[in-house]
């Protein structure tokens, strides 16, 4: 029995809450925080600047000052610190490309009822093409994730005596470089798509990682992938396929592994009722609605996999971590 006791307050608001997160991505996307975090500007001002219509900026802004993300005074609007920490391009904690990510799969959630018929996602496949508007915005808001959560996943994880970690499906390669600046013996190696090198690379460079880390293009569905390594990471990529397609991953991992390697995979992890926590549930909705059979997998799941592959002493490291993530590792036998 559900234990929240719902109201029609509650149900409004909810059913209602797609204006505040529209309103925020349409200001994100027209980047309205970045002047306004240097100078406070009038509606007319801003309008000139960015070539907008004075009329609908105006509401926009005072909507967002609604929302506590600017502040008003004579007439003129500013940026708040959280939002010019957050939402201005010039600062280094900027969320906008994970923000446009979200901006991305509303049309897509908009349709869920077809995918809950059909059984089949509602929306394109991202492009593999870096310089693909979409493809950017999941690839750097990835980074934008990753860039808040890897210092502390990297900083739980006992990776002592290791010596080249492969991070698979590893995108940005905010992870592997966590892991290397944690620890300094570490090699890494990053395996993804072609088109994801240019961004991973810059990444890379970003933190001065290139003599430490690597990078091998390539599909990890269907191209080998080559090298031996003693840890292999695997980060919210098992999501997107099947149980199939996960055997498939997890076997490859291991098949790269020295004995005693060790597989760490980290996911939004259901627990054994497929209903709770909250945001894997949603996130298994959005699988549906994006890939033909990816979905979130519980912790027994997800060890089952583990232990099918062959490994041993499977098992959850204790982190807490946002949003139902956690971290499940096992040991290639010695």
Not at 45 to 59: H, K, N, P, W, Y
Not at 156 to 169: C, I, N, P, Q
Not at 218 to 225: A, L, R, W, Y
Not at 266 to 292: K, V
Request: contains cysteine; charged residues 20%.
């Amino acid at each position: 029995m559900s234990s929240y006791a719902w109201s029609p307050a509650d149900l409004l608001q909810t059913s209602g809450s797609y204006w505040s997160a529209c309103t925020l991505h349409a200001a994100v996307k027209l980047d309205l925080f970045t002047p306004l975090s240097v100078t406070p500007l009038a509606a007319g001002q801003l309008a000139d600047r960015c070539q907008l219509d004075e009329r609908g900026l105006t509401m926009l802004l005072d909507a967002l000052t609604a929302l506590f993300l600017l502040d008003k005074e004579a007439g003129a609007y500013r940026a708040t610190p959280f939002a010019s920490q957050y939402l201005s391009r010039d600062s280094e904690d900027y969320l906008g490309h994970i923000i446009m990510h979200h901006h991305h799969l509303v049309d897509s959630w908009s349709r869920l009822d077809e995918s809950v018929r059909s059984g089949r996602p509602s929306r394109k496949r991202v492009s593999h093409d870096a310089a693909d508007e979409e493809r950017e915005s999941f690839l750097l808001g990835m980074y934008n994730l990753a860039r808040m959560i890897a210092p502390q996943v990297a900083a739980r994880v006992d990776l002592t005596g290791r010596r080249h970690l492969l991070d698979l499906g590893g995108g940005p390669g905010t992870y592997a470089i966590h892991f290397c600046r944690e620890n300094p013996e570490l090699q890494a190696t990053v395996f993804d798509l072609p088109g994801t090198r240019p961004i991973a690379e810059q990444t890379i460079r970003q933190f001065g990682m290139q003599q430490r880390i690597d990078f091998l293009p390539g599909d990890f569905q269907t191209d080998p992938v080559a090298g031996e390594y003693d840890v292999a990471w695997l980060s919210h990529v098992l999501h997107g396929e099947d149980p199939v397609g996960c055997a498939t991953m997890v076997d490859k991992a291991v098949a790269t592994l020295v004995p005693g390697g060790l597989l760490l995979v980290q996911e939004f992890i259901l627990d054994d009722t497929r209903t709770r926590p909250l945001f894997p549930a949603l996130f298994s909705l959005n699988m549906l609605l994006g890939t033909p059979s990816g979905q979130a997998y519980s912790a027994r799941e997800i060890k089952q996999m583990l232990s099918a592959a062959g490994l041993g002493q499977v098992r959850r490291l204790p982190i807490s971590l946002p949003n139902g993530a956690g971290v499940i590792c096992g040991e290639k036998s010695a």
